[in-house]
């Protein structure tokens, strides 16, 4: 290369400097000519290749180009920045602040606190206990037959042979029964779960609050029904109609469940209650004798009831939801409207 090569490059390159239109054509230039592989360095390494008596003038003709190249990157990039600034700021300080909007509780929070509002005024404390629990005190201390079709892996999520993830809140009632004296008057709320198929009223990952009260003193099914229609009509209104039907659950005797009146059609019968005009609630009953030995308490002295009840299904009654997946799904205009 020689000093006429070497002046047509430097033309070449401050042409391109100069007809760079962005902040990304200036760079591509740079790169082309001041990068790792670009022709400024390539033709210094080729200094060495240049006769001896010419090395002198091609070596001061090749840093003036570079010097030449770099300021004109620069005044580019300059005059670039200038004509931004010209045309304004990339943002308008006259327009009006949008302030993010506050949060709110979730429904099923929501109504976790009410519930345990409710039961304080008659007495009630709030008890918690573990998401994964052991056999004993989901299955066995509750009066659970080894054979009981709630033990197998279709229905409960086994983690060993020992340990699962809890399928009801009511081991928290057994924790609480060995951990302390009558009289016992709790309600547990917590997650628990479930092999079941989501659909419109059923979810594997769902909400219960149950409730236990245990005295020394004569306690009857005449206080569970008085305990759970004052729990009803505080929750839902006077208007709410509540109906108590016989059932079995091996940890009550005897045992009920609980209905509500359906919150999408009022009693008069839709595909969310099944064309009944009722909602399944609660389920509740007088404590097994057989569940007292277990945690310890001599069933002749004792008395008490139980109950339970699914957070969604109040939920979805209380705010007229028609789909429990609606409280999983994250969805904004959904949660806002309980804000």
């Known amino acids: 290369m020689n000093l006429e090569e070497l002046e047509k490059l430097k033309a070449e390159s401050i042409a391109a400097a100069q007809g760079a239109t962005d902040a990304a054509a200036i760079e591509q230039v740079r790169i082309r000519y001041l990068g790792r592989n670009g022709l400024i360095p390539a033709v210094m390494k080729q200094l060495r290749d240049v006769p001896a008596v010419e090395r002198p003038a091609f070596g001061k003709a090749a840093n003036a180009w570079r010097t030449a190249f ?12 200038g004509a931004g600034e010209a045309a304004g700021p990339a943002f308008d300080f006259t327009l009006p602040g949008r302030w993010p909007q506050a949060g709110s509780i979730h429904p099923l929070s929501q109504v976790v606190s009410e519930v345990a509002r409710i039961f304080a005024r008659i007495g009630f404390t709030v008890a918690d206990g573990p998401d994964i629990e052991n056999r004993f005190n989901n299955f066995t201390a509750l009066n659970t037959a080894p054979h009981h079709p709630s033990m197998d892996q279709s229905d409960t999520l086994w983690l060993d042979d020992d340990l699962l993830l809890r399928t009801q ?39 219960q609050i149950e409730g236990l ?26 208007g709410v109609g509540v ?4 059932h079995f659950f091996p940890f009550t005797e005897p045992s009920v469940e609980v209905d509500f009146t359906c919150h999408v059609c009022g009693g008069k019968g839709c595909r969310v209650c099944k064309q009944s005009g009722w909602i399944e609630v ?29 957070v969604e299904r109040i939920a979805m009654i209380k705010f007229g939801v028609p789909d429990i997946r609606y409280f999983y799904e994250n969805d904004l205009r959904f949660l806002e409207q309980f804000a």
């Open 70 to 81: 770099e300021a004109t990157l620069r005044e580019r990039t300059d005059a670039l920045a």
């Open 169 to 207: 809140t009511s081991p928290v009632q057994i924790r609480a029964m060995m951990a302390r004296k009558p009289p016992v008057r709790i309600i547990c709320p917590g997650r628990t779960y479930r092999r079941d198929t989501m659909d419109v009223t059923h979810s594997a990952n769902f909400h």
């Open 213 to 238: 009260y245990v005295d020394t003193k004569p306690v009857s099914l005449a206080d569970l029904k008085a305990t759970l229609a004052y729990f009803a009509r505080e929750m839902m209104g006077e």
């Open 243 to 246: 109906r108590f039907r016989p």
């Open 282 to 310: 609660a389920g509740a009953g007088m404590v097994d004798p057989r569940v007292y030995r277990h945690v310890g308490y001599d069933p002749e002295k004792v008395w008490g009831f139980a109950f339970g009840f699914g």
